[in-house]
Nanobody
Framework: QFQLVESGGGLVQPGGSLRLSCTAS????????IGWFRQAPGKEREGVSC????????NYADSVKGRFTISRDNAKNTVYLQLNSLKPEDTAIYYC????????????????????????WGQGTQVTVSS
């Protein structure tokens, strides 16, 4: 059974940090591009960051550039999202998602901040930034 599980969310004060993890079971992540998305109450799901399946190409939403960092550890079958300098507006449920690109290097070295190409989704982890 293919499954993605997020962890690492919680309550943090403004300016604080968290590290989110996205771990796969039932399949290996190394062939997949991984995206992190978030959804706040009353808002649409938005792409936060992603990392390609090869070459480590990363993308970030403008709202998180310089504060969030995505990385992957294929040996642990896990992708991380480091959240620094957190703001109240970062409060949301954070989801990871996996996209299996065609076996063409130019397509494998890409990732997207839109939900459409992603095949598998986790259940989400809550991040709350509040004093």
């Amino acid at each position: 059974q293919f499954q993605l599980v997020e962890s690492g969310g919680g309550l943090v004060q403004p300016g604080g940090s968290l590290r989110l993890s996205c771990t796969a079971s039932g399949f290996t992540l190394d062939s997949y591009a991984i995206g992190w998305f978030r959804q706040a109450p009353g808002k649409e799901r938005e792409g936060v960051s992603c990392i390609s399946s090869i070459d480590g190409i990363t993308n970030y939403a403008d709202s998180v550039k310089g504060r969030f960092t995505i990385s992957r550890d294929n040996a642990k079958n896990t992708v991380y999202l480091q959240l620094n300098s957190l703001k109240p507006e970062d409060t949301a449920i954070y989801y990871c998602a996996a996209d299996l690109p065609p076996p063409i290097p130019t397509l494998q070295a890409r990732c997207f901040l839109t939900p459409r190409p992603y095949d598998f989704w986790g259940q989400g982890t809550q991040v709350t930034v509040s004093s």
